[in-house]
């Protein structure tokens, strides 16, 4: 009999990780970390999540909120939706069975592999671009909605670079919406047992998260920013914030994903879901 396959490599080996480390990262650093970063774990990635995030399924957050039951990109029926980081896309197929017109893009090929598997086993066909999000490659208001769920906004240097672009792609009075992760989260180890209850980083530094090769090389990429950085990127750039929502984590919801668990969930909000509207 032959062999079994031996499992495949996770990220961190192909990528040779072998530490973390805390210091100021370049938007070129990060862009070549993240990117190869998320095409080395798109599968990973996938085969853990995607049961629970859908081909067709807009949720926004690993406690599950779905827009179908939020609403809040409003009635997007014949309305033109950008989704910023899609990865699979799933949010951007349940938007086009929903009536909306909507555009994918993200910045890996192996995350976009797996969003035009979708398409084809749902046959929805949602556009998909190659994109980093602080360059879009869109006409200035072309869009009349952009959403993003925990896609791009962790990985790039600067808040107001995307929202500028965001701001520019879309028309006035448009809404853009995003989830992140609660930025009280960055306090505690990323692990979802009580070892994950203990704060051990400080709130307010703002130096980037960084996985390394053994040359010191980054291999992933996270930045910080305080609930205010947000509020104050979004006012700088054009955007008025309607809403925040922090989830919290629902009843009977027994799934952990990542630092995600009912242990934490019930004690601080994982995720913010900041509601907001261009000028």
């Known amino acids: 009999m032959p062999e079994p396959a031996p499992p495949h490599a996770s990220a961190e080996e192909r990528l040779g990780t072998i530490g973390v480390a805390h210091r100021a990262v370049g938007g070129a650093e990060a862009e070549s970390a993240n990117l190869a ?15 629970f995030l859908g081909d ?8 599950g909120v779905r827009e179908e039951d939020a609403h809040l990109l409003g009635d997007v029926r014949g309305r033109r939706v950008l989704e910023v980081g899609c990865g699979q896309a799933a949010c951007s197929r349940w938007l086009a069975a929903a009536g909306a017109d909507p555009v994918a893009f ?8 797996h969003a035009r598997a979708g398409n084809d086993r749902t046959g929805v066909k949602v556009p998909l671009v190659q994109a980093n999000a602080e360059r879009l490659p869109f006409a200035t208001a072309a ?3 952009a959403c993003s769920a925990f896609g791009a906004l962790p990985f790039v240097p600067t808040l107001e670079t995307v929202f500028a672009e965001v701001r520019r792609v879309l028309r006035p009075g ?5 989830s992140v992760t609660h930025p009280m989260r960055w306090i505690f180890p990323d692990d979802p047992g009580p070892q994950g209850l ?5 709130y307010f530094d703002r130096t980037p ?38 989830p919290e984590w629902p009843p009977g919801h027994s799934r952990t994903w990542g630092q995600w668990s009912p242990l934490r969930g019930r004690l601080f ?6 509601r907001t509207r261009r000028d």
Do not use: K, N
Request: one cysteine or more.
């Open 37 to 51: 970063w998320w095409d080395a774990d798109a599968d990973d990635y996938q085969a853990t999540h995607g049961g």
């Open 56 to 63: 067709a399924d807009f949720v926004w957050c690993p406690e």
């Open 106 to 113: 993200d910045l890996s090929g192996g995350m976009l592999r």
């Open 143 to 145: 869009f009349d909605v």
């Open 174 to 178: 448009a809404p853009w919406v995003f």
């Open 198 to 202: 203990t704060a051990t980083q400080p």
């Open 209 to 246: 998260y960084l996985e390394v090769d053994d040359d010191g090389v980054a291999t992933y990429v996270e930045y910080h920013r305080t609930l205010g950085d947000y509020v104050r990127a979004l006012a700088a750039t054009g955007f008025a914030l309607e809403d925040l929502v922090e």
């Open 269 to 274: 909000p994982g995720t913010a879901i900041f």
